[in-house]
């Protein structure tokens, strides 16, 4: 069956210091690959997403998200985080052929220590 | 471009009464329209997809006469909460996903809603 899995709950980080937030999925071809990022009583926020090409992806707020085929993943990373980017992180995978839903994985919150 | 618009943005509603959700599709045309509905620190649970002018797919253990889904229009979405009870309490978020807008699928999400019982 198709999964996302985010292995990381929770994750603490110091404000400046850099982050990576885990993402890997089952599925037997590529699929269409985001991350979203969620504050506290609000939807949903696009922060990158891959479709295809260049397996480095840049997106707003300076994170960047990199698909490695080999592992099945797509990481979340962000060189310097700042306090503001304490949130809830989900990843996320469309299939690329049958019914095209999403499937979420079960988010990462960070924190971020001043 | 592509904003989805929840209204309420919140709702505070009696046990027993229902409650109507709607989205809307603020500049392009949604032909699938998505609602999820979300607990408290967890993730998104899809509950149905609707596409424009036909009945909605519900998803396994959602009861289709408790939530009721309509998709009238290419740009309206709306989701009926029928005699809510304070269960029924919980964070629901559309989107909706359009066309040649929509590479890769990718829906575009509402603000939520925040649903509660008393």
């Known amino acids: 069956a198709q999964s996302v899995t985010q292995p990381d709950i929770h994750i603490t980080v110091s404000e400046g210091a850099s982050l990576e937030l885990r993402c890997n999925y089952s599925?037997?071809?590529?699929?269409?690959l985001f991350w979203y990022v969620q504050s506290p009583g609000q939807g949903l926020q696009l922060l990158l997403k891959y479709f295809s090409g260049d397996t480095l992806v840049q997106g707003i707020k300076g994170f960047e998200a990199e698909f490695k085929r080999s592992q099945s993943s797509f990481n979340l990373r962000k060189p310097s985080v700042h306090w503001s980017d304490a949130a809830e992180y989900f990843c996320?995978?469309?299939?690329?052929?049958?019914?095209?839903?999403?499937?979420f994985g079960t988010g990462t919150r960070l924190k971020v220590l001043a | 471009g592509a904003v989805v618009s929840q209204h309420p943005s919140w709702v505070i509603c009696k046990s027993g009464t229902s409650v109507k959700i709607e989205c809307r599709s603020l500049d392009f045309q949604a032909t699938t329209m998505f609602w999820y509905r979300q607990f408290p620190k967890q993730s998104l649970m899809l509950m149905a997809t609707?596409?424009?002018?036909?009945?909605?797919?519900?998803e396994q253990g959602v009861e289709k006469d408790k939530f009721l889904i309509n998709h009238a229009s290419l740009t309206l979405s709306t989701l009926t909460v029928t005699s809510a009870h304070p269960e029924d309490s919980s964070f629901y978020i559309c989107?909706?996903?359009?066309?040649?807008?929509?590479?890769?699928?990718?829906?575009?999400f509402g603000p939520g809603t925040r649903l509660t019982v008393l």
């Open positions: 599925y037997g071809a590529t699929p269409y």
């Open positions: 996320a995978v469309v299939p690329t052929s049958g019914t095209y839903k999403y499937i």
């Open positions: 989107s909706a996903r359009g066309g040649l807008i929509s590479i890769g699928n990718e829906q575009f």
């Open positions: 609707s596409n424009e002018g036909s009945k909605a797919t519900y």
